[in-house]
Nanobody, 122 residues
Framework: QVQLVESGGGLVQAGDSLRVSCAAS????????VGWFRQAPGKEREFVAT????????YYATSVKCRFTISRDNAKNAVYLQMNSLKPEDTAVYYC???????????????WGQGTQVTVSS
């Protein structure tokens, strides 16, 4: 069982940047695709970005494209989401998830973290 831990969330102002991290203790993490999802209060959990096991493939939701960047460091068993030009509508709990292939679909991911809160004030 791959255990994922998110960190780096916080309260920022609109226009600021923030980087959230997803760490795993299991070395097999480097063989998984990893996705970031987010869930705002009263809304469905939605796809944000995903990256393949070797970082060669990335996909982004239209709403974050050109503002967010997903990356990974397999030597550190970590995946990052760099968020720039943050907007109040980016406020949500951000979750990372591991699966076999990079996908925007939640069902493709077998392992989920507990989430980290990102709040963007206007």
């Amino acid at each position: 069982q791959v255990q994922l831990v998110e960190s780096g969330g916080g309260l920022v102002q609109a226009g600021d940047s923030l980087r959230v991290s997803c760490a795993a203790s299991d070395r097999t993490f480097s063989s998984y695709a990893v996705g970031w999802f987010r869930q705002a209060p009263g809304k469905e959990r939605e796809f944000v970005a995903t990256i393949s096991w070797n970082g060669g493939t990335t996909y982004y939701a239209t709403s974050v494209k050109c503002r967010f960047t997903i990356s990974r460091d397999n030597a550190k068993n970590a995946v990052y989401l760099q968020m720039n030009s943050l907007k109040p509508e980016d406020t949500a709990v951000y979750y990372c998830a591991a699966g076999r292939v990079p996908s925007s679909l939640r069902v493709q991911y077998n392992h989920w973290g507990q989430g980290t809160q990102v709040t963007v004030s206007s």
